[in-house]
């Protein structure tokens, strides 16, 4: 079951951004690559915001990142929602791509035990209509053995 509801509005793919949710169909989080200058970004452009190339290409992330800022939402702001359980947005700061931040959804946490720098993993959630989107779990496995490795 999708963390919200299936009818909440769909991706709308356009030129620009279709080939990152074509990934997001396979399981991959591609994010925007500047060749020139080597910096990331998003959403993705048809040419860089840091140094305005048009030579992009994508880069396949690893969906690690931490929670960037949050907030937690109790009032239905669209009629999909209306009667559903308070929900988390969060702003997620990538591990590996410089400073891209997704606004998504942290989907195994409870509003009261949220915070910021919470460290996360990309969760595919599947739509009914077919679009799986990236979303992010709580990250705990990495996040020890990368403690003991230092
Ligand atoms: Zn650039």
């Not at 620009?16 to 959403?43: M, Q």
């Not at 992009?56 to 669209?78: A, L, R």
């Not at 591990?95 to 915070?115: F, H, I, T, W």
């Amino acid at each position: 079951m999708p963390y919200l509801p299936d009818a909440m509005p769909a991706p709308q793919p356009s030129r620009d951004d279709a080939p990152f949710w074509s990934a997001c169909n396979e399981g991959r989080l591609l994010i925007r690559h500047c060749t020139d200058c080597e910096r990331f970004s998003h959403p993705p452009m048809p040419s860089c915001p840091h140094c305005a190339s048009t030579r992009m290409d994508w880069k396949e992330v690893s969906g690690n990142g931490t929670v960037y800022t949050y907030t937690v939402s109790h009032h239905p702001t669209h009629p999909a929602l209306k009667g559903h359980n308070p929900y988390n947005v969060a702003v997620v700061l990538l591990d590996d791509a410089g400073d891209v931040r997704l606004v998504s959804n942290v989907v195994d946490v409870a509003p009261e035990d949220m915070k910021i720098g919470l460290p996360v993993s990309v969760y595919w959630d599947a739509l009914a209509g077919g679009f799986q989107l990236p979303r992010f779990r709580k990250r705990i496995e990495s996040d020890q053995s990368k403690g003991e490795e230092q």
